[in-house]
Structures are given as C-alpha cells and as structure tokens.
Nanobody, 123 residues
C-alpha cells in the first residue's frame, strides 16, 4: 500500500489543522493506521492510531483531548484533526500502516510509511 499525507501548514498556537492520509490499493481496510511525528533533533514519536474498523483508537498522552483520529475505508483515508495546537506540536507528521492487531505505539510495528507533512505552530 502507498500512503500520502497532506494538510500540514503554519498555524498560530490555539489553532487547528486537519491532516489527511490517502492510501492506494484495495487492501486499505486490512491495516490499522497510525500517525507519528518527528521534530528537529528528536526521535520519531507516536501520536495516534486507529484499528482497521475504526472501533479502537489510541493516543499519545501529549495529544489526548486535543487530537482525533478517524478513517473512512470507502475513501481509503485516515484523518487527524488537531485542535488547540501548541508550539511543541511542531513537527513533520507521517502516516503509517500496520497489519498488527494490537500495540501500534512503536514505529517498528508498521509496514508502510508515507511521506510526511510539515506542521508548524507559532507562539
């Protein structure tokens, strides 16, 4: 499966952005999907994940209550709605796909990765 992330940009602190990840192929619904981010000089960090059905979601503590992950299997998309953005949310955000049915917090659990989209939050 091929993944393409979009929707990044520059926003002021407290603002919102919606990222979207579009997948190619008819097997999209077989994969759990995740969002990760990497800030300059830092390691890749788990942000959120969603099961193949959308019935199970997980979030990093740092984004709980502010970010919402969702998916549309008919459109082969997974979105990340980001509200109340903070300067520390600034990073390149990547989407990824995994066949694992549990876990999802570690980058090594994912099989496919899309190119990232830059999110910059100004103070």
């Amino acid at each position: 499966v091929q993944l393409q992330a979009s929707g990044g940009g520059l926003v002021q602190a407290g603002g919102s952005l919606r990222l979207s990840c579009t997948a190619s192929g008819r097997t999209f619904r077989r994969y759990a999907m995740g969002w990760f981010r990497q800030a300059p000089g830092k390691e890749c960090e788990f942000v959120a994940a969603i099961s193949w059905s959308g019935g199970s979601v997980r979030y990093a503590e740092s984004v709980k209550g502010r970010f919402t992950i969702s998916r549309d299997n008919a459109k082969n998309t997974v979105d990340l709605q980001m509200n109340s953005l903070k300067p520390e949310d600034t990073a390149v955000y990547c989407c990824a796909a995994t066949t694992m049915s549990t876990g999802w917090h570690n980058s090594y659990e994912y099989d496919y990765w899309g190119q990232g989209t830059q999110v910059t939050v100004s103070s």
